[in-house]
């Protein structure tokens, strides 16, 4: 029998990281996420390297940032050229595992790429049950893939994407070839919306007292920076408070109900006493704004969006100290080198994750000095106690403490301070061959947006009084 582990990497979609027990949220439970984190290694500081589901998924599947690729945004028509021997799944399949995708892949490449992984079983299969199922007309739950207006899913449960890749991920376990360690990706859609999800979660928060967005006063002034204005006003300006408490509350459902479909998955690899030989990881392509400051969906470095839940449950054989939260920046494209470590295979020599194996067996206190995260022209270099946003739409700059959860009390950005964040983008972008260097330096549309009192005349603006939300406690 194989030395190897069995390796289990879990996505989910659109998952904020605060949102779990485990992350001090005071209303959402999620008791197996929990124990896994009780179990590993919760790392507090993870942040996607572009938070919108394409990108973050190429970044994924090929451990190379998006931006060296060229393609930090959505762009469903991009297409990124890599040989197939060089992606995650092609790689583990080396080292000798069975592999196996359940779910969404939604990746910069041909529909039929399979990332190298030896079986498929794509979420369109569970979709085109759900279509036969509704009658072949239109969206199931009468809401599509961004929407944020909460509707109950009329179909059976286990029509319900979640519980489907759950019961395929199960079958996968059962009828795995023994003669070969396991390496499964289950890639899971929720909570990215349309927020439909059958009772009791459509209904288990609904009338609970839920925290209520945060924003901060720099949103409602003139060092609001355009970009963020505009994806405002696009995705969440108006939606009023009501609005944003039911679609939360519908979200934190569906988290929910991941959560009891992952107890599930957890209790079949117990059962099957294959449990404590399992590398299991868990973590999710990009946040949710859910109205904190005036925006929703994804899009942007903020907190909300760009923080992702990221936990590693190492096999007992490692004996790592259980329990652990670790501050070291991460992201996911280490997922790659961590895997090919733990597989015993070389990853390719222009991966651009970092192996977190010293980390969680050695005890390093970190892998990288700091992380870069790209999308539309917005950027942000983070050292672990700064956080540095650039936008080139009007090149205006802005410098948090990391631990300013909300982004409520913006620093002063000098040139002293902020000189050597800037520099550090212009050799990676220089580097990265980005449109969005200019003569050696950080492009600047010089954009102007119309003045705010004719945005708030016109109605347009819908962003809450500053200070009118608070945050709740409890959160890191």
């Not at 010293?358 to 990288?368: E, T, Y």
Request: aromatic share 8%; glycine share 8%.
């Amino acid at each position: 029998m194989s030395s190897q582990p069995h390796i289990l990497l879990i996505t989910s979609d659109q998952h904020r990281a605060d949102s779990m027990g485990c992350a001090g949220h005071p209303a959402v439970r999620t008791p197996h996420l929990d124990q896994l984190a009780r179990e590993g290694i919760r790392f507090t500081r993870a942040t996607t390297e572009c938070p919108v589901c394409i990108p973050a998924r190429t970044g994924l599947l090929t451990g190379i940032h998006p931006a060296i690729y060229g393609m930090p945004s959505y762009a469903d028509a991009h297409r990124f050229e890599r040989p197939r021997d060089q992606l995650l799944g092609s790689l583990m399949t080396r080292a000798g595992y069975q592999t196996v995708l359940v779910g969404k892949r939604h990746w910069h490449r041909d529909p039929s790429c399979t990332g190298g992984f030896e079986t498929v079983i794509p979420i369109e299969r569970c979709k085109r049950q759900q279509s036969l199922a509704a009658g072949g007309w239109g969206f199931p739950s009468g809401t599509e893939a961004n929407e944020l207006s909460p509707s109950p899913f009329p179909l059976s449960q286990d029509l319900y994407s979640t519980n489907w890749i759950t019961d395929r991920c199960c079958e996968v376990f059962a009828e795995r070839d023994e003669t070969r360690p396991l390496c499964l990706w289950a890639s899971y859609v929720d909570p990215h919306p349309p927020l439909a999800i059958h009772e009791p979660y459509y209904s288990m928060y609904r009338h609970q007292d839920l925290p209520t967005p945060v924003t901060a006063d720099w949103v409602d002034s003139e060092d609001c920076p355009l970009d963020h204005l505009e994806h405002a006003l696009a995705w969440g300006g108006r939606l009023g408070p009501a609005e944003l408490q039911d679609a939360a509350a519908v979200y934190y459902g569906m988290i929910t109900n991941l959560d009891h479909q992952l107890g599930r998955l957890f209790g079949m690899l117990q059962t099957m006493g294959i449990l404590d030989n399992t590398l299991i990881l868990y973590t999710s392509d990009h946040g949710e704004m859910m109205g904190d400051h005036g925006d929703a969906a994804k899009s942007s470095f903020y907190h909300s969006a760009s923080d992702i839940p990221f936990i590693v449950r190492p096999p007992k054989s490692w004996e790592v100290k259980p329990g652990q939260e670790h501050p070291a920046l991460v992201g996911l494209t280490d997922l790659l080198p961590t895997l090919c470590h733990t597989a015993g295979v070389t990853p390719p020599e222009d991966v651009s994750g970092r192996d977190l194996t010293p980390i969680v067996r050695q005890g390093a206190d970190r892998v990288r000095d700091s992380f870069i995260g790209a999308i539309d022209g917005r950027y942000l270099v983070e050292n672990g106690e700064h956080r540095w946003l650039y936008h080139v739409a009007d090149g205006k700059e802005q410098l948090f403490r990391t631990d300013d959860r909300y982004e409520e009390q913006p620093l002063p950005c000098d040139a002293q301070t902020t000189g050597p964040f800037r520099q550090e983008l212009i050799r990676f972008l220089s580097n990265a061959g980005s449109p969005d260097i200019v003569d050696g330096d950080l492009r600047n549309d010089h954009r102007t947006p119309p003045p705010l009192n004719e945005l708030r005349a016109r109605n347009l603006l819908g962003l809450p009084a500053a200070g009118r939300y608070l945050r709740f406690p409890g959160s890191v």
